[in-house]
Structures are given as structure tokens and as C-alpha cells.
């Protein structure tokens, strides 16, 4: 199940069924189960204070993703900052909603076990966020 909460931004309108039908699919395509998984769509400052009490770090980021999954089910928190997330499409020259999606799956795919940290798992991480973003339809 996907549940959405709003901190410190405006709520806006998000499909739930159609986003937890996709995520559906993104765990299934990669062998597990989807278990719950929070969205918390935030502001730059309440994800940055996030990022210095829990991870150390004194940086803005677009998402911090906290995971609780099991062997085979995927479950956990994901704080993504709408602020980013606006900055991001203009300059990848994107749609917001498309860039919402993006940050999205690559959370969920932070949740599935996959890193970002060398440029090999960048590019890898980029390739499964790419194959997902064609494949929104599937899940709905």
C-alpha cells in the first residue's frame, strides 16, 4: 500500500491507485513483493534537517530513503523534497511530474537493494529509473 503525507508543503493531488499500481510493478519485474511504502513529499529545509540528524550530512538532497524491508517484501519511507524536485525538471528541461516519478523509483529502487554511489551503479541506477518511467502504463 502507498500512503502520502505532506510536511511543510502545500498537499497537492496525487493518483494513489495508479502509483501504487506501478510501484506494484516495478517490485514484481524485479522479483519481490511491494509492501508499504510512505511518501513523504516535504520542503528543502525539513529534508535537510533530516539529512543532518540522521545521515550526518549538511546538504540539501531530493530524497533520503529510510528502508525497511524484508527478505522479500519492500517497505519503507521516502522524504522527497518538492523544492528539488522543481529545480531538477528545469534543469534536466522535464516535466515536474515526470521528475516526481523519477525521484519516486529511485527510491524504490534504493529500497530493492540498488546504490548510487560509484558511476557504474549511477549508470545502472539511471537505466532502471529510465526502463521504469517508459513502463509507468504497465502498473496502471
Known sequence: M???FFEDVEPFVINKKELDDWLFFVCEKEGLEKGDINLVFCSDEYLLEINKKHLGHDYYTDIITFDY???NKV?????ISIERVKD????????????LLRIVV???LHLLGYKDKTPQEKEEMREKEDFYLKNVSRGT
Open 106 to 108: 529511485h527510491g524504490v
Open 2 to 4: 502507498i500512503n502520502v
Open 69 to 71: 524491508s524484508d527478505e
Open 75 to 79: 517497505s519503507g519511507d521516502l522524504f
Open 88 to 99: 531538477n525538471s528545469k534543469a534536466q528541461k522535464t516535466k515536474e511530474a515526470e521528475e
